[in-house]
Structures are given as C-alpha cells and as structure tokens.
T-cell receptor, first 114, second 116 residues
C-alpha cells in the first residue's frame, strides 16, 4: 500500500509563473490536507478537502492560491503568479476518516521561487 | 494565543542518554489528540507517537514515550538511549475535534542534536 505521494519533490519557478503541486492520497483515503512550512518554522494548515469539496480553507491566502480534489485523480494545490515569499515546503496529508490517530504525510514539495 | 508551544529551539544530548522535548498546548476542547513528528534533514515528516486526551496511560512506541500531564496541558516527548540518527527537528501537534476533519496545529519545533 503506497503512502501519500507528492510530486514533484522539488519545483523551481520564476516570479510570476504558476506552480502546480500534486498529492495522491493513500488508497482508500478520501480526506486530504495541505500544509505549508516556511524555513525554520512548523507546518501551517492551509486547506482541507474531501472528494470534490473544499471543507475548510481557513489557512489559504485569499489571493493566488487554490486547491481542488477531483473525483478522479490527485489533489492539486495551485499557486498563481508566484512570489519569492511563496518559497516553502508544501506537505499533503491524508486520512480515511476524521477520527484516526495518525495523519499520514507525503514527503513534501519544496518550491523555490527565483 | 499559541495553541502549541515548544520552548526549546535547540537541544543537545549525549549519545545513549535520554532527552525530554517539551510541548505545552492550549485548548478548550474536551476531546483532542496530541502527536509528535520527526523531520530529519531530508525533510519528510515521520510520525512518532500519538496520545488521545482520554487515554489513561502514557503512550509508548519503542524508544519514544509521551509524558502526558493533562492538568498542566503538557505532552513532553521522551527519547531514551539517544542515537546519532535521532538528530532532527521534532514537532508537537494537536488535533481538536472542534476542527473540521483531521487538521493539525503544529508547534514551532525543537532541533535535537545528538553528540557522539
């Protein structure tokens, strides 16, 4: 049973470009969470999605950031017109339900904006 | 107010000794869960141990144990017999049932360095 898969592992974008980060949850998991980790800081919640629904996006910046989890395929975190401050590690986690005792994390995508 | 506080930005420990990493939390939710994760230099988040707020006993997983003091709202991680491979960032996190789903709130982390 493969774990949470994120790709790419590393992504370099020039200022103004779009960044698209992908997350395939563990098999059987229908809940996906995205977190951002700035250098030397802890992870900060961004958005919680279930299939075809955004449940909680209270941690998402109001502009340029969007997320989706379609019926088929991976969850996508999209950052439009990236700026240097978007440089961070972006982690995805998945769970089969809302009460499990372990949150399974992917290996993260490290975004560098140059 | 910070929900999860880790007051030790960095810690040194001698190889083979035990070390305690501090974590205090703040919640009004009667039901919550506490997690510890390890993040080595390679960057992945490795789950170590979980403690539920209603669990009667402190959680243990191999060399990891969680010193859970509910009245003091602390959930310190104890690593016994430290190894060089334990050098990493360690994050304490909390899940509150008032939150939608399984969203976690993380502390700022503690960098542990194990000396040979």
């Amino acid at each position: 049973n493969a774990g949470v898969m994120q790709n790419p592992r590393h992504l370099v974008r020039r200022r103004g470009q779009e960044a698209r980060l992908r997350c395939s949850p563990m098999k059987g998991h229908s809940h996906v969470y995205w977190y951002r980790q700035l250098p030397e800081e802890g992870l900060k919640f961004m958005v919680y999605l279930q299939k075809e629904n955004i449940i909680d996006e209270s941690g998402m910046p109001k502009e340029r950031f969007s997320a989706e989890f379609p019926k088929e395929g991976p969850s996508i975190l999209r950052i439009q017109q990236v700026v240097r401050g978007d440089s961070a590690a972006y982690f995805c986690a998945s769970s089969p339900r809302t009460d499990n005792t372990e949150a399974f994390f992917g290996q993260g995508t490290r975004l560098t904006v140059v | 107010a910070q929900k999860i506080t880790q007051t030790q930005p960095g810690m040194f420990v001698q190889e083979k000794e035990a070390v305690t990493l501090d974590c205090t939390y703040d919640t009004s939710d009667p039901s919550y869960g506490l997690f510890w994760y390890k993040q080595p230099s390679s960057g992945e988040m490795i789950f170590l141990i979980y403690q539920g707020s209603y669990d009667q006993q402190n959680a243990t997983e191999g060399r990891y144990s969680l010193n859970f003091q509910k009245a003091r709202k602390s959930a310190n991680l104890v690593i016994s017999a430290s190894q060089l491979g334990d050098s990493a960032m360690y994050f304490c996190a909390m899940r509150e049932t008032n939150n939608a789903g399984n969203m976690l709130t993380f502390g700022g982390g503690t960098r542990l360095m194990v000396k040979p």
